[in-house]
């Protein structure tokens, strides 16, 4: 499989799990302890699935791949996205903190957190759209079938060293299990994936 297949799965799991979140800050203002449970349970999927797993394996791999291969463009490219990357880590403290927050005083803090949430689901749906249109095909295109065997086989161990064993398939239910709880509404598109 070309590593950006891979990716582009993860990019599905993700764009499921904001559609979770979305959810949720539909209705943070109904926010009990099962809430800040799966909230705990969002944040450390974002943290360890999403941020140091996903995009290690693009910023510690495939962006200095393709930047190596000078493919036109491309460098600045990864300057963009390595930035959201950036920018996604600063709203993500930003959450962890207003999470802090509803702990404390749902009423102040609810409208916060959803907005500092949707603020972080809006960046990474641009992001991903860029990646799986722009990039991927460029990659795909351009990388040597050896140096996508290669790349995937570093995937593959980076997922090992960074989230474990059977780690992978635990996030996998753990979304499948929040977004039986948190369904979107159908008559919110914006809910949807």
């Not at 207003?98 to 689901?121: G, H, M, T, W």
């Amino acid at each position: 499989m070309r590593p950006t297949e891979g990716l582009r799965k993860e990019h599905g799991i993700i764009m499921k799990m904001f559609a979770v979140l979305q959810s949720i800050g539909g209705m943070i203002d109904r926010y009990d302890a099962v809430m800040e449970a799966h909230l705990e349970q969002i944040m450390e999927f974002l943290t360890v699935f999403v941020d140091r797993c996903h995009h290690g394996k693009e910023e510690e791999i495939l962006f200095p791949e393709l930047v190596a291969s000078k493919i036109p463009d491309e460098g600045e490219m990864v300057r963009v996205l390595v930035s959201e990357h950036l920018a996604g880590r600063e709203i993500m403290e930003e959450m962890r903190r207003a999470l802090d927050r509803l702990k404390q005083n749902i009423d102040e803090a609810s409208p916060e957190f959803a907005d500092v949430s949707s603020r972080y689901v809006n960046l990474f749906r641009q992001h991903i759209r860029r990646e799986n249109g722009i990039l991927f095909p460029v990659a795909n295109e351009r990388l040597s079938p050896d140096r996508q065997e290669q790349i995937s086989k570093g995937f593959q161990k980076m997922e090992n060293e960074k989230i474990g064993q059977g780690r992978y398939e635990a996030f996998h239910r753990l979304i499948e299990k929040l977004a039986e709880v948190y369904r979107p509404n159908p008559d919110k598109p914006e809910l949807t994936i």
